[in-house]
């Protein structure tokens, strides 16, 4: 018997140091899938050579900013198109019009009574910034910006007072998160102070001293993937949903603004310099020129930065005590509704690195058509009651819109000749071992590409790193040369 269990210590050892490595091929839903897409490399090689934006969304368990230099450095590392000191930090733009203007008091949401945020500074410290990032990848005539969207800020008093700190006398202390609510990161963007002690230093210093309870894997996997990840999720249906969309098109319409001819070569890391380029791009002008193809933008969003995204295309209302105070609330949402026009006009692709727009839409469902009162009637039924309204519009009219901002575009750029009109081209990843992924489906009329891939290592077929499954796509050599393969269906440059 005790030959035996080593035998089949042995084989399972065998198994491990075999498994199978992340895949560099996609595969979809049908032979055919990734015929006829179009890619990033097409964009940056269009004949006029004109800007290109990333709008990058990052998704759930952000600590800190840079989420996106895991996709800058493959570019450079995995498709040699540049090397990673070619990437040039170009700024930092802050969030500072209307609720988020710098004289404004924090609103007023409470967690079971309590409010989120208690002062002024405790507000502006909790501002979402966009990072711009310029680069020419080689033997690619226009200019790069990844334009890194972080709205982690905004979540992270939330999730340090009323998660993190109770949580510890469950699951136990997690040394790095009370680190980082408790005091100044390292991760600050640009030396700007935009991180804050949520808690304080000498409470995360007691809670670090508590005994865990429970066992150390399931811990371990609350901590990460429950309480500073789901929670993000769960956050964004909820009130804290026009924060973050409010937030997001002011950082959006900065984008809009970046000039990156002006951009220079500030030192990396800092804002130094930003000013050049800063809202120096007028978008504006270009709007009413609907026949030229000025700047473009592509969206690759992680995770629940896809929902985010085409959360900003819901309208803002304005309100204010005063009405001068409105007046000016009016016309900043107007400009700030213009400029994601401006946008998603200009964006014909977008990526997802997986996504929960599936699970979120749940929260928000729409109402379906009603039948006739006689139909009620003949069944002896009364009507059903009205749906209650959302604040929110639901994913599909979002997706709508995009859609008709972007076909109005397209037709007045090619009025006479519809076959060039650049098609609205969605493609979603998934890894199957993927805990916080689903597929994506037709979203009214627009098609979704769902392709297929594994990021980590498989052991035995029993495990993948949920880690690497969930945050791993910005490397896998199977998505990269997807979002930059060169495709016939635009003119080139040399």
């Known amino acids: 018997m005790l030959a035996g269990n080593r035998i089949l210590f042995a084989l399972i050892l065998t198994g491990l140091a075999s498994g199978a490595a992340a895949q560099t091929t996609a595969n979809g839903d049908t032979n055919d899938t990734q015929k006829g897409l179009i890619s990033i490399s097409d964009a940056l090689n269009s004949a006029d050579h004109h800007p290109i934006h990333i709008l990058y969304v990052h998704g759930i368990n952000e600590i800190g900013a840079g989420d996106s230099a895991l996709l800058r450095t493959s570019i450079c590392t995995e498709l040699k198109l540049c090397a990673v000191t070619d990437w040039k930090n170009a ?23 309590s409010p989120v945020w208690n002062n002024a500074d405790e507000w502006h410290a909790a501002a979402p910034f966009v990072v711009h990032w310029v680069i020419h990848l080689r033997n690619h005539p226009a200019v790069l910006i990844v ?47 935009r991180f804050y002690p949520w808690i304080s230093p000498s409470q995360a210093a007691t809670l670090a001293k508590v005994k865990p309870r429970g066992a150390l894997a399931n811990r371990a996997l609350k901590d990460d993937l429950i309480d500073w990840g789901l929670s993000d999720a769960l956050l964004s249906v909820g009130p804290m949903n026009g924060l973050l969309r409010d937030g997001m098109r002011q950082l959006m319409a900065k984008s809009a603004a970046f000039d990156p001819n002006l951009a220079g070569e500030p030192t990396q890391g800092s804002a130094s310099g930003a000013s050049d380029a800063q809202e120096k791009y007028n978008w504006k002008a270009q709007l009413s020129h609907d026949n030229t193809m000025d700047q473009e933008f592509i969206g690759v969003t992680h995770s629940l930065g896809s929902y985010l995204l085409f959360n900003t295309l819901n309208p803002e209302s304005a309100a204010a005590a005063t009405p001068e105070q409105a007046a000016q609330q009016t016309a900043r949402i107007a400009a700030e509704n213009s400029a994601m026009q401006y946008i998603f006009e200009r964006t014909s692709q977008i990526y997802f690195f997986a996504n929960q727009i599936e699970m979120l839409e749940i929260t928000n469902l729409e109402s379906s058509p ?9 069944r002896g039924l009364a009507p059903p009651p009205p749906i209650p309204t959302s604040p929110a519009e639901n994913f599909r009219a979002l997706v709508t819109r995009w859609e008709q901002f972007h076909a109005n575009f397209q037709a007045a750029l090619h009025p006479n000749d519809e076959s060039v009109r650049q098609k609205l081209q969605v493609v979603a990843w998934c890894d199957a071992s993927d805990i916080f992924t689903w597929r994506v489906p037709r979203i009214g009329d627009v098609d979704v590409v769902n392709l297929y891939v594994q990021n980590g290592r498989h052991w035995l077929g029993l495990f993948e790193s949920p ?12 998505v990269l040369r997807v979002l930059f393969a060169e495709s016939t269906h635009r003119g080139s440059a040399n």
């Open 91 to 113: 700024g930092i733009e802050f969030a500072d019009k209307g609720e988020f203007a710098g004289d404004v008091q924090p609103p007023t949401i409470a967690y079971l009574g």
């Open 147 to 193: 334009d890194e969207i972080n709205w982690w800020p905004l979540v992270l008093a939330l999730k340090c007072r009323r998660i993190v700190a109770p949580e510890t006398y469950l699951a136990g202390p997690d040394l790095k998160l009370l680190q980082v609510c408790s005091e100044a990161s390292a991760q600050d963007p640009g030396g700007q102070g």
């Open 370 to 378: 009603t039948a006739a009162p006689s139909e009620y009637q003949s």
């Open 467 to 478: 880690a690497k499954a969930h945050a791993d796509y910005a490397k896998n050599k199977a």
